[in-house]
């Protein structure tokens, strides 16, 4: 069982950053791959980073290739998404996830955080 918080969300103008933070609890963190997916209103969730817990290699959605950057600190047990460059349509409500394998698929991944609000202004 993993537990999941997000925070790090926030209103910030076009052009800013935000780092988004998501604690996770057990012993066995390091071993799930983490990714990043977001919803904002009135669409689908959608992906948006993925690491994966043995190579760290990295995938991003084409939207934000280039502007976010997803880690990982083991020893704090937990995910970031350090996002630069923000736009108004970046706005959305951001989850971290935990998968058993490394996937961009939301429905590979079994544990889900609640949620923090990024809101981008032009």
């Known amino acids: 069982q993993v537990q999941l918080v997000e925070s790090g969300g926030g209103l910030v103008q076009a052009g800013g950053s935000l780092r988004l933070s998501c604690a996770a609890s057990?012993?066995?963190?390091?071993?799930?791959?983490m990714g990043w997916f977001r919803q904002a209103p009135g669409k689908e969730r959608e992906f948006v980073a993925a690491?994966?817990?043995?190579?760290?290699?990295?995938y991003y959605a084409d939207s934000v290739k280039g502007r976010f950057t997803i880690s990982r600190d083991n020893a704090k047990n937990t995910v970031y998404l350090q996002m630069n460059s923000l736009k108004p349509e970046d706005t959305a409500v951001y989850y971290c996830?935990?998968?058993?394998?490394?996937?961009?698929?939301?429905?590979?991944?079994?544990?889900w955080g609640q949620g923090t609000q990024v809101t981008v202004s032009s």
């Open positions: 057990g012993r066995t963190f390091s071993n799930y791959a």
């Open positions: 690491i994966d817990w043995r190579t760290s290699i990295t």
């Open positions: 996830a935990a998968a058993r394998f490394y996937t961009i698929y939301a429905s590979r991944y079994d544990y």
